[in-house]
Nanobody, 115 residues
Framework: QVQLVESGGGLVQPGGSLRLSCAAT????????MGWYRQAPGKQRDLVAT???????NYADSVKGRFTISRDNAKKTVYLQMNTLKPEDTAVYYC?????????WGQGTQVTVSS
């Protein structure tokens, strides 16, 4: 049974920082791609960032320069360091992991940026 276990969501002030973690269990092989998506109420689910096994990264334009994605291949864990947070970053953040051709998704963790 494949599971992606997320942690680190919560309430933060504008301009503050938060670090999300996601650990994959039940996957016996290396994970091709890990990443994060987010979805605000009534809106589409959007890509935030991805990272390959070699460390190549991809970011949405809206988070470039503020967010940093990283991974620990031995722990099968992906992280998202979020700095200079804005109210527009408020959303449910979903972890995902791809073992081609299958994508696995986490349960989501709420991030709220508010004064």
């Amino acid at each position: 049974q494949v599971q992606l276990v997320e942690s680190g969501g919560g309430l933060v002030q504008p301009g503050g920082s938060l670090r999300l973690s996601c650990a994959a269990t039940g996957i016996r092989v290396s994970i091709d791609v890990m990443g994060w998506y987010r979805q605000a109420p009534g809106k589409q689910r959007d890509l935030v960032a991805t990272i390959s096994t070699t460390g190549r990264t991809n970011y949405a334009d809206s988070v470039k320069g503020r967010f940093t994605i990283s991974r620990d291949n031995a722990k099968k864990t992906v992280y998202l360091q979020m700095n200079t947070l804005k109210p527009e970053d408020t959303a449910v953040y979903y972890c995902y992991a791809v073992v081609f051709p299958t994508a696995h998704w986490g349960q989501g963790t709420q991030v709220t940026v508010s004064s």
